[in-house]
């Protein structure tokens, strides 16, 4: 079993539609939560941290549930320039690296 | 500033040849980070340099070794090269902070395929 697991999609949505993207982590020793932006054959960038509380920044919504081990990201009001995969990452206690999910495939439709 | 730097950005192998990928940043970060990236898989960490003169393996470090040949570049080498690790090689760096996350800067990837 992987230990960060998100739905592949892709998720075809139209423009202005609000969509949620949902990732569970197998390994509750965990620390940071974040989600990450991936353009086509591009590197990855930080999109935003998870924390406990929830968090919004603009369009973007993160939330995080420990007790069920689950981060998700919502996008109000989708743009053509929200397409792309989004990547849910976990920092595990005593390890300095990433954890990277398999990623979901956003593509939001004139 | 150019960040996170790679090159080369695209290579072609045959089986058992052996390559350098080079990393660079310019950001003063302490440690840098080798990943690869197959579909379905998500990133997947490789080694890592917690600091200038240290290197730890990370989740698939078997058939590669890393040089931290100062602060700025941290070099990925493919000794005898399999068709397995075809792949996209993304360089990664971050400070180093005490117990806090610091953002990890990645490159724009090497693309590589071993034939």
């Known amino acids: 079993r992987k230990e960060v697991e998100q739905d592949p999609g892709p998720f075809n949505v139209p423009e202005g539609a609000t969509v949620a993207f949902n990732c569970t982590y197998s390994?509750?020793?965990?620390?940071?939560f974040f989600w990450y932006r991936q353009d086509c054959r591009k590197e990855p960038k930080l999109l935003m941290s998870?924390?406990?509380s929830g968090n919004e920044d603009g369009r973007f919504t993160a939330q995080l549930n420990r007790a069920s081990q689950y981060i998700s990201l919502l996008i109000r009001d989708s743009k053509l320039s929200d397409s792309a995969t989004y990547l849910c990452?976990?920092?595990?206690?005593?390890?300095?690296?990433?954890?990277f999910g398999s990623g979901t495939r956003l593509q939001v439709q004139p | 500033n150019a960040g996170v730097t790679q090159t080369p950005k695209f290579q072609v192998l045959k089986t058992g040849q052996s390559m350098t990928l080079q990393c660079a940043q310019d950001?003063?970060?302490?440690?840098m980070y080798w990943y690869r990236q197959d579909p379905g898989m998500g990133l997947r960490l490789i080694y890592y340099?917690?600091?200038?003169?240290?290197?730890d393996k990370g989740e698939v470090p078997n058939g590669y070794n890393v040089s931290r040949l100062n602060k700025r570049e941290f070099s990925l080498r493919l000794e005898s090269a399999a068709p397995s690790q075809t792949s996209v090689y993304f360089c990664?760096?971050?400070?180093?902070?005490?117990?806090?996350?610091?953002?990890?800067?990645f490159g724009p990837g090497t693309r590589l395929t071993v034939l």
């Open positions: 990664a760096s971050s400070e180093m902070g005490t117990g806090s996350y610091n953002e990890q800067f």
């Open positions: 390994n509750s020793a965990s620390q940071s």
């Open positions: 998870v924390y406990s």
């Open positions: 990452v976990v920092i595990y206690t005593g390890r300095r690296a990433l954890t």
């Open positions: 950001m003063n970060h302490n440690s």
């Open positions: 340099s917690a600091s200038e003169g240290t290197t």
